[in-house]
């Protein structure tokens, strides 16, 4: 006999409890609990299933379906090459940081041959008419759908079969087989799964936006990531002009490629070569100014690393960073106190990656470790000088990888010397190449 009990259920995100609270424990919303019956039996049910039908990798041809290209070379690069049809894609970022803006202008390059649709629960049509309108871009195929069903979008899909479909944005659709509010962790994931269903059958790519915060709390988003096929984020300050497309999931290529693009009155242009745009001023050596190369992705980028190094005021010095991760920071400073000798236990440090860049890879750390050198000596490095390597606790400096790429891209800006770790092979360059065991060493050089 099936026995039934009582369990609590949050309206919200749909986590179950034995007992009732106040609070949920999962999405941390009061007063959602609500009592729910179930039933359990201990008697196996016989599944009616029947087998499917399998097919060999060798017999399946994906020419049948090419990648959609959009003429934004930035954008084709971050996914891998183009669109892929039946993918989904979630497109992330801040609110305001400029994601519609992108993907009306993604959807106007598409729209050439076949028709897009644009549906969304947060605009009217004549509101996105007068965006189109701003943009210059021509909204002749794009058609508009204000609905936030999924069952009526997903049946819209089936009906129209277009070349492009963008939800803007998933927070606000909803699915009416589900007990809690639009938005919430259990809407998000539901609507997603349809899109997702839809998608795969009728081979229509479809792109979902969703909106995060800096400390990436709202509900959707970051629940997803492992559900879709691709993950792109939109970073960037919302007061300075120029964006970061990121990949971080692509199912269909290498994550962590970079697209670089400048928010104009016209819409997103793309920036071809975005190390000019980190190094302004370049040939101008001032103290505490340091020249690196980084990697994001497989794009190499140079950027300039500034330092700033005051007594301090009060009884514990500052330490503060922009673009890179201040613990990161507290070590350099801590190698270069005690293996290098330079005393900045009574100053403040303070760090900045010119052009609002994110350094998250090791091979910067030399060239921020010589750049707060330098101001704390008051002396500028040399302007034609390049600074890549890692340094490790004990001072010494270890290799980086993809170092000839890195070399070639230096060399093609017009730089005339590196300061790298000690190579395991040689390298053919017209560069001048000088090496460094350790940062004690580095410092000796300059």
């Given at each position: 006999m099936p026995k039934s009990f009582l369990i609590y259920e949050c309206s919200k995100c749909g986590a179950q409890t034995p007992k009732w609270g106040g609070r949920c424990l999962e999405c941390g919303a009061w007063g959602t609990l609500e009592q729910v019956a179930t039933t359990t039996t201990k008697e196996e049910k016989k599944s009616l299933a029947v087998a499917g039908k399998t097919v060999k990798f060798s017999e399946i041809n994906h020419l049948q379906f090419p990648r959609i290209k959009t003429s934004l070379e930035e954008f084709d690069a971050v996914v891998g090459g183009g669109i892929v049809?039946?993918?989904?894609?979630?497109?992330?970022?801040?609110?305001?940081?400029?994601?519609?803006?992108?993907?009306?202008?993604?959807?106007?390059?598409?729209?050439?041959?076949?028709?897009?649709?644009?549906?969304?629960?947060?605009?009217?049509?004549?509101?996105?008419?007068?965006?189109?309108?701003?943009?210059?871009?021509?909204?002749?195929?794009?058609?508009?759908?204000?609905?936030?069903?999924?069952?009526?979008?997903?049946?819209?899909?089936?009906?129209?079969?277009?070349?492009?479909?963008?939800?803007?944005?998933?927070?606000?659709?909803?699915?009416?087989?589900?007990?809690?509010?639009?938005?919430?962790?259990?809407?998000?994931?539901?609507?997603?799964?349809?899109?997702?269903?839809?998608?795969?059958?009728?081979?229509?790519?479809?792109?979902?936006?969703?909106?995060?915060?800096?400390?990436?709390?709202?509900?959707?988003?970051?629940?997803?990531?492992?559900?879709?096929?691709?993950?792109?984020?939109?970073?960037?300050?919302?007061?300075?002009?120029?964006?970061?497309?990121?990949?971080?999931?692509?199912?269909?290529?290498s994550a962590g490629e970079v697209g670089v693009f400048e928010m104009t009155g016209g819409g997103m242009e793309e920036v071809k070569n975005?190390?000019?745009?980190?190094?302004?001023?370049?040939?101008?050596?001032?103290?505490?100014?340091?020249?690196?190369?980084?990697?994001?992705?497989?794009?190499?980028?140079?950027?300039?690393?500034?330092?700033?190094?005051?007594?301090?005021?009060?009884?514990?010095?500052?330490?503060?960073?922009?673009?890179?991760?201040?613990?990161?920071?507290?070590?350099?400073?801590?190698?270069?106190?005690?293996?290098?000798?330079?005393?900045?236990?009574?100053?403040?440090v303070y760090l900045n990656v010119a052009g609002g860049l994110k350094i998250q890879e090791p091979a910067a750390d030399l060239a921020v470790a010589l750049a707060i050198a330098s101001a704390a000596k008051n002396k500028g490095l040399d302007a034609n000088t390049v600074i890549l390597g890692e340094i490790g606790l004990g001072g010494e400096i270890r290799g980086i990888n993809q170092l000839e790429r890195r070399l070639k891209e230096i060399e093609k800006l017009g730089f005339k010397t590196v300061i790298l770790p000690k190579l395991s092979q040689k390298i053919t360059t017209k560069l001048k190449l000088i090496e460094a065991t350790s940062l004690f060493q580095a410092l000796e050089l300059l």
């Open positions: 049809p039946g993918s989904l894609t979630l497109l992330g970022g801040e609110p305001g940081i400029g994601k519609s803006t992108l993907i009306l202008q993604i959807a106007a390059k598409v729209s050439d041959t076949r028709n897009v649709l644009y549906v969304s629960g947060e605009e009217s049509g004549e509101q996105i008419k007068l965006r189109l309108e701003r943009l210059k871009l021509s909204g002749k195929n794009i058609s508009f759908l204000g609905e936030t069903d999924v069952n009526a979008i997903v049946a819209t899909l089936e009906k129209e079969k277009p070349i492009l479909a963008i939800i803007d944005s998933i927070q606000t659709i909803y699915s009416p087989d589900i007990p809690s509010e639009a938005g919430s962790i259990s809407q998000v994931r539901a609507s997603t799964v349809r899109l997702l269903e839809t998608a795969k059958k009728n081979n229509i790519p479809v792109f979902i936006i969703g909106h995060v915060t800096k400390e990436g709390l709202v509900a959707g988003p970051k629940t997803l990531e492992h559900l879709v096929d691709t993950v792109i984020y939109l970073e960037g300050e919302r007061y300075q002009s120029y964006r970061l497309l990121r990949t971080v999931k692509n199912r269909f290529g975005p190390s000019l745009i980190f190094l302004q001023n370049k040939n101008t050596p001032s103290p505490g100014s340091a020249i690196t190369c980084i990697l994001e992705g497989s794009r190499p980028l140079l950027v300039e690393i500034q330092a700033l190094v005051n007594r301090t005021n009060f009884g514990y010095p500052q330490r503060k960073s922009e673009g890179f991760n201040p613990n990161r920071l507290q070590v350099l400073i801590a190698v270069l106190t005690q293996r290098a000798k330079i005393n900045l236990n009574a100053s403040d």
